[in-house]
């Protein structure tokens, strides 16, 4: 590695395949397709689509990935066993870019618990299983699951034998999330010198004690060059390293660091907003870089000081990570012109279609509505993305409550190819009556776990958001919709969680893939 090289941080994002597994957040293929454009449009080097082996919707969703998303290296999972590293090759070889990722637990607890295997054992497979994926392409990754929880000698043992039969990137995985900063930066420094520059040194830490940001960042200061992260953090259990956080920070404090990344960082706000959007796994305000509150300032003295200057109390300034600073409103009266102009300057790009759907949807918004902020159009932009997508579409509801009677729903649904539905049903409040009539006509049973409301916006004709959590097959499913009437962004929500799980149940997903995939943030 030359020493120029060895300056750039290679930002391995797996939003895709870690970020899936957090409980509730699976994406659909359209879904995914629009989170590895959105990738691409960030700048990230490699893109983790998924683990082929794990089902067909990941094996589709992966090759699909690789046969439409040119620019970063498109990335397979595989365990260190023939079947799936050939059908992770299956999946990707159709990438300009192809790179197949195996990984074999290393730890004594793996080992011993998990796969029985005696150390001698797993240096074997781990060299058999880099050398099946060299015979694909020549991109291969190789991950020492449970690194972090592994005996540093055999831990070094196992990542030279898998160089030797050709592993370009070894990725040192804290699985459990177990590591702290100066042990982990120097398990990174032995292995640097290990391994001499015969390959990359990358990392994965999850998130368990909330260290994942500062063991990465540790080790990127002993040596490490690719970052393996997810867009909001998401990932298994408490998460991953999150891919704003660290490239925020490698940025910032670019004087202790003096490494870059390839990341266009106006791109970090919108990519966080569709990944929250389409798990329905929402931000939290005060979460660093693009949570709502990370860069307003609430106590006088600190307002007084940014007037003064931005640099008093903002280490970043709000339009580099991509929030719009824009005090501009649009209403009522605004044009096509003034609207396209906004939804470009706030760094979306939109086909005539999905422009046309977004402009209907800000007149009816103006109509009940007098000023519309850029929230708004955030919030209108990411419905009408996934309404584009769905199954059934609300036709009308109505709804009637009184003292001492049941609360009734009237709910008319159609389903895409034209057929209209329509039942009624009682509950024990508004909303559980619009929940139940929409469970009659679609078929689809769930249990309600979770019911969020918040605003989006300010003032008494603010949207308010809706997100609503719900169980089927064992499964969470999330959907998220906003309006200035809380009932009917209650029924969207809803609906779009039930959309998902029929949308699942009538396997029809390569279907809706070819539908629409024309926003992009
Ligand atoms: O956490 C982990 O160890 C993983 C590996 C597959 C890299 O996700
Ligand atoms: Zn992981």
Known sequence: MSDEASKQVIIFDTTLRDGEQSPGCSMNLTEKLQVAHALKELGVDVIEAGFPIASTGDFEAVRAVAREVEGPAICGLARCN?????????????????RIHVFLATSAIHREHKLKMAKEEIVRRAREGVMRAKGCCPDVEFSPEDAARTELDFLTEVVLAAIDVGAKTINVPDTVGYAVPVQFGAVIRHLREKIDGRAVISVHCHNDL?????????AVAEGARQVECTINGLGERAGNCSLEEVVMALRTRHDFFNVTTGINTRRLYPA???????????????????????????????????????????????????????NLVLGKHSGRHALRARVEEMGYHMSEDAFERLFEGFKGLADKKKEIYDADIEALIEDRAQEATALWEIVSFHISTATGALPTAAVALQKSGGERFSDAAVGDGPIDALFTAIERITGVN????????????????????????????????????????????????FLLAVNRIALRNAGSEAAVAAAVNDVRP
Do not use: C
């Open 446 to 493: 769930v249990v309600l776990k979770d019911y969020e409301v918040r605003s989006v916006t300010v003032g008494e004709d603010a949207q308010g958001e809706v997100s609503v959590e719900v169980e089927h097959g064992g499964r969470s499913w999330r959907g998220q919709a906003t309006s200035t009437d809380i009932l009917e962004a209650s029924a969207r929500a």
């Open 82 to 98: 023939d079947k799936d590293i050939d059908r992770a090759w299956e999946a990707v070889k159709e990438s300009k870019r192809p």
């Open 210 to 218: 909330g260290l994942a940001v500062a063991n990465t960042l540790s």
């Open 272 to 326: 966080s907003r569709l990944v929250a959007n389409v798990t329905g796994m929402r931000v939290q305000r005060n979460k660093a870089i693009v949570g709502q509150n990370a860069f307003s300032h609430e106590a006088g003295i600190h307002q007084h000081g940014v007037l003064q200057h931005q640099a008093t109390y903002e280490i970043m300034r709000p339009e580099d990570v991509g929030f719009a600073r824009s």
